[in-house]
């Protein structure tokens, strides 16, 4: 938990978030830092998806929402108009609760990004993209002999770990993970943390979680969420060893919540 | 399998040790200066101990810090659990060991330019055998050794015979030449404080043996 000088990679400021007429998230701040692990906790309910999925505009689709307040990534506003969504998604890539590989080759599902969005020229190209994205997820060594067989027959840890090489082979720089590892089994569970932990030496992550303790062991900064409010945001530790709100107290010592 | 799952506890602890060695190198240091302070008579040496003592309380705090924030968010076992709160307690002692080097060095001072009473041969020799139960406690911490730390411990009984020796012969000056009760004094002050190290060396040994057997039981008692 070093805290060298990271440099600002995303800003949210004032951010209020509606369904229809309910308000799921009031007056978000916070600012994520490169190459760290930013993790959400809080009771379940209380906004951290919602607020995940504004951070690369997952929530446009939903009919009849409404954002006020601005994200931005890299000092720019991903709401601003003209922001191009594709190209969004591609640098703020999404990795979700129940690891989700489409029914093809191990292969196939890492390349798909790439053949999409065109990022890779020939098959030599390809290949080396989706080598190097089995290696990030610590994958590579798992599937290597079996690059053609069906995603969906590896195992659940596997198959999450799958889902994040797809998502690193499109090369994005900020990765949103919507509670990875809770279809998982305990070992499963800690090989995605310390995937998590070898990943933001590159990327930047931001990790919802319903299990404070793995905030605890995987994140840099921890933010609890709180009824659709930012209770409090600080470094990791210090929120587990001397936590300023009360609230946040409560929770991390499992009085309320 | 286990290896590379526990990657951050690691990477964490191994900082809290590198911390804790850097912190016995200090109080090592403290203790060769003050011994150096007094066989020069050099106060502005003892005065520099004095001083450097500050760092290494500091240091004691943020290896508390350390061990606190790793133990709420690793949540360490077992073994792993043991290591790090014995490196609080060891902090501890290292702090105290650091307070009596500069209790040595306070003496100094006090002494002002009196000469010493006799020529310096046991405390000497205790400040040697000081620093190598220091580092050898260190040692067994790092390799988790309770054997090498049951070694140290047994070195105690070494100092202690040091320090009953440089005893008797400082009361035997004091009854004998009426006059040398205050210079005498001071030797003593400065053996009880390396004899007291010896035994702050004594818990380290302690803590890592209860680090490497689970046993918590005391030493030389
Ligand atoms: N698609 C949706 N339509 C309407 N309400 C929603 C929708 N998704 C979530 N909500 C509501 O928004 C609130 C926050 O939900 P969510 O962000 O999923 O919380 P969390 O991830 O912390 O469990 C909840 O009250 C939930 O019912
Ligand atoms: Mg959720």
Redo the contacts between chains.
């Keep these: 938990?070093?805290n060298d000088n990271h440099t600002q990679k995303m800003m949210v400021r004032d951010l209020t978030f509606y369904y229809g007429p309910i308000q799921a998230l009031s007056w978000i701040s916070m600012e994520i830092l490169e190459c760290q692990v930013t993790a959400l906790i809080g009771p379940s309910g209380c906004g951290k998806t919602t607020f995940l999925r504004c951070l690369n505009r997952m929530n446009d689709t939903i009919p009849d929402t409404r954002l006020e307040g601005e994200v931005l990534l890299d000092g720019e506003d991903i709401y601003s108009p003209g922001v191009d969504l594709v190209d969004l998604r591609q640098r703020v890539g999404m990795v979700f609760q129940r690891p989700n590989p489409f029914p093809q080759s191990v292969f196939d599902n890492v390349a798909f990004g790439p053949r999409v969005l065109g990022l890779t020229h020939g098959r030599s190209e390809l290949e080396a993209v989706v080598e190097q994205s089995l290696r990030r997820a610590t994958l590579w060594d798992e599937v290597k002999d079996h690059l053609s067989s069906d995603a969906l027959e590896l195992s659940l840890g596997e198959q999450q770990r799958l889902c994040i090489a797809r998502v690193l082979a499109v090369e994005p720089e900020v990765i949103l993970m919507d509670e990875p590892t809770s279809a998982l089994d305990p070992?499963a569970t800690?090989?995605i943390?310390?995937l998590m932990?070898?990943l933001r030496e590159q990327y930047t992550i931001v990790v919802v979680t319903h299990n404070m303790?793995q905030a605890?062991?995987?994140s840099d900064k921890t933010g609890l969420f709180w009824l659709g409010e930012l209770v409090e945001f600080d470094d990791?530790?210090t929120i587990?060893?001397r936590p300023k709100e009360e609230r946040t107290e409560a929770y991390i010592t499992g009085r309320v919540g | 399998m286990s290896q590379h799952l526990r990657g951050e506890y690691d990477r964490q602890f191994a900082h809290i040790r590198d911390d804790l060695l850097r912190m016995g190198t200090l109080v090592d240091q403290s203790i060769v200066k003050a011994l150096e302070s007094l066989q020069k008579r050099d106060r502005p040496l003892a005065q520099r101990v004095i001083d450097e003592d500050e760092a290494i309380n500091a240091l004691r705090f943020k290896i508390e810090e350390a061990c606190l924030a790793l133990i709420a968010t690793q949540q360490p076992t077992a073994t792993d659990l043991r290591a790090v709160v014995a490196a609080m307690s060891i902090v501890i002692e290292m702090e105290r060991m650091a307070d009596h080097a500069a209790g040595i060095a306070k003496t100094v001072i006090l002494m002002g330019d009196e000469p010493l009473l006799k020529p310096l041969i046991d405390i000497p020799r205790m400040v040697k055998l000081a620093r190598e139960m220091l580092q050898g406690s260190l040692d067994a911490y790092v390799a988790c050794n309770a054997d090498e730390a049951r070694e140290i411990a047994n070195r105690d009984d070494e100092m202690d015979f040091l320090y009953q020796a440089v005893f008797e012969e400082l009361l035997e000056i004091m009854a004998s030449k009426p006059g040398s009760v205050q210079r005498a004094t001071f030797l003593m002050w400065c053996a009880h404080n390396l004899e007291r190290i010896g035994d702050r060396v004594t818990n380290i040994a302690e803590r890592v043996i209860f680090v490497s057997t689970g046993d918590m039981r005391e030493l030389n008692v």
Excluded: H, K, W, Y
Aim: no cysteine; hydrophobic share 45%; proline share 0%.
């Design positions: 938990m070093v070992i800690l090989e943390e310390e932990r070898q303790q605890a062991r995987v990791t530790a587990f060893t």
